[in-house]
């Protein structure tokens, strides 16, 4: 199974840029990560610590992961996944009619099971340390005057490590609980801070992600209807990436190459990888679908369809590999089936429900 630092260091991964903050909690320690939420005042008495504070708040993307400091107990106790970008918020700390205005990210947090003590490694910590606004001292200690702090990738990596590994995969169980949509929306909302796109070439990328624009007309120059139903009315089909369209490269997004049109519910399994095709066009069914779901469906044996263009193998090459039977716990088998080696492989096997998130 892929870790949140093994998907950090794949290219065409999104996660790639998952940036790591370190956050100071003090008396607000039970209320934000019960609430799910860091919160920083736009106007502080304060040096300049709190100024980068304040200009960190705004800098978390969807994505990043935070370790939480609990500055009473001098321990890491949790380990959080920002789930959106800062938004101005009055403060939630306070009562009064008039409430100091703020900036606010919504963090989604899990608890370590075992605590960790930054002052105990300090010796290893402290060559990591930022040269500059750096959440803890030379001694291990938190600076009071910092609230939120950017971590370097080799700090973070030795916070991973002397944590046991348990912020791994606690990150990961994080991500699978924000839902199916949430590397998407992630990736989404990197596209859009690139400076590097035209205006118009980025609504093109956009519009790709929800199977419209620029990708759609190339698709359907490609394929025409449905390859398991055969519908062809355009109006009740999905136009899905074979290769994800978060791990694509931009010209991956808009190729129609990269696609098929499919019936909704075909889609919903095509996209979570419990189908698949060959590259003959044989379809290849999950061992772990529901059976219920193929008869209910009308997925008969034997179904074998028209077989792939060549540049539409190698997205389906990809799809097999890193995306089909890969739904359940990040699990993956060594090859796919056809529905008939299914039927013949699992007869009599009781119906199990696969609930998704």
Same mark, same amino acid.
């Given at each position: 199974?892929?870790?949140?630092?093994?998907?950090?260091?794949?290219?065409?991964?999104?996660?790639?840029? $998952?940036?790591?903050?370190?956050?100071?909690?003090?008396?607000?320690?039970?209320?934000? !990560?019960?609430?799910?939420?860091?919160?920083?005042?736009?106007?502080?008495?304060?040096?300049?610590?709190?100024?980068?504070?304040?200009?960190?708040?705004?800098?978390?993307?969807?994505?990043?992961?935070?370790?939480?400091?609990?500055?009473?107990?001098?321990?890491?106790?949790?380990?959080?996944?920002?789930?959106?970008?800062?938004?101005?918020?009055?403060?939630?700390?306070?009562?009064?009619?008039?409430?100091?205005?703020?900036?606010?990210?919504?963090?989604?947090?899990?608890?370590?099971?075992?605590?960790?003590?930054?002052?105990?490694?300090?010796?290893?910590?402290?060559?990591?340390?930022?040269?500059?606004?750096?959440? %803890?001292?030379?001694?291990?200690?938190?600076?009071?005057?910092?609230?939120?702090?950017?971590?370097?990738?080799?700090? @973070?990596?030795?916070?991973?490590?002397?944590?046991?590994?348990?912020?791994?995969?606690? $990150?990961?169980?994080?991500?699978?609980? @924000?839902?199916?949509?949430?590397?998407?929306?992630?990736?989404?909302? #990197?596209?859009?801070?690139?400076?590097? !796109?035209?205006?118009?070439?980025?609504?093109?990328?956009?519009?790709?992600?929800?199977?419209?624009?620029?990708?759609?007309?190339?698709?359907?120059?490609?394929?025409?209807?449905?390859?398991?139903? /055969?519908?062809?009315?355009?109006?009740?089909?999905?136009?899905?990436?074979?290769?994800?369209?978060?791990?694509?490269?931009?010209?991956?997004?808009?190729?129609?190459?990269?696609?098929?049109?499919?019936?909704?519910?075909?889609?919903?399994?095509?996209?979570?990888?419990?189908?698949?095709?060959?590259?003959?066009?044989?379809?290849? $069914?999950?061992?772990?679908?529901?059976?219920?779901?193929?008869?209910?469906?009308? %997925?008969?044996?034997?179904?074998?369809?028209? #077989?792939?263009?060549?540049?539409?193998?190698?997205?389906?090459?990809?799809?097999?590999?890193?995306?089909?039977?890969?739904?359940?716990? /990040?699990?993956?088998?060594?090859? /796919?089936?056809?529905?008939?080696?299914?039927?013949?492989?699992?007869?009599?096997?009781?119906?199990?429900?696969?609930?998704?998130?």
């Amino acid at each position: 199974m892929h870790t949140q630092s093994d998907r950090a260091a794949e290219t065409a991964d999104p996660f790639r840029d $998952v940036r790591y903050w370190w956050v100071n909690h003090k008396r607000t320690h039970s209320q934000e !990560l019960e609430g799910e939420f860091l919160w920083s005042a736009k106007k502080k008495n304060g040096g300049g610590g709190d100024r980068e504070s304040h200009s960190n708040m705004t800098r978390i993307m969807p994505g990043d992961v935070v370790f939480s400091y609990s500055v009473t107990a001098g321990m890491v106790r949790a380990v959080g996944v920002a789930l959106a970008r800062a938004r101005e918020t009055p403060d939630p700390f306070e009562n009064g009619a008039v409430r100091r205005p703020g900036w606010q990210v919504m963090v989604r947090f899990a608890q370590l099971t075992q605590p960790w003590t930054p002052k105990d490694h300090i010796t290893e910590l402290v060559r990591l340390l930022p040269e500059r606004h750096s959440p %803890l001292r030379s001694n291990g200690d938190a600076d009071p005057a910092i609230y939120l702090a950017a971590v370097p990738r080799k700090m @973070a990596a030795a916070v991973r490590r002397l944590a046991g590994n348990e912020i791994d995969r606690l $990150v990961d169980d994080l991500i699978q609980r @924000a839902g199916g949509q949430f590397p998407d929306d992630v990736a989404e909302e #990197a596209l859009r801070q690139r400076k590097d !796109l035209s205006p118009a070439h980025k609504r093109d990328l956009l519009d790709a992600r929800r199977g419209q624009g620029v990708f759609r007309s190339s698709l359907e120059k490609i394929e025409s209807a449905c390859r398991l139903t /055969g519908l062809l009315d355009r109006r009740h089909l999905r136009a899905v990436h074979i290769k994800p369209w978060r791990y694509s490269n931009d010209a991956e997004k808009l190729d129609g190459h990269n696609g098929l049109l499919l019936s909704p519910h075909l889609e919903h399994l095509f996209a979570r990888g419990y189908i698949s095709f060959s590259n003959s066009g044989e379809l290849l $069914v999950s061992r772990n679908l529901n059976p219920a779901v193929l008869d209910k469906w009308g %997925l008969r044996v034997p179904r074998h369809g028209d #077989a792939f263009r060549p540049e539409q193998c190698r997205y389906l090459d990809y799809h097999r590999a890193e995306v089909f039977d890969r739904h359940i716990g /990040g699990r993956r088998k060594s090859q /796919g089936q056809s529905l008939e080696d299914l039927a013949k492989s699992n007869p009599g096997v009781p119906v199990t429900v696969y609930a998704e998130e």
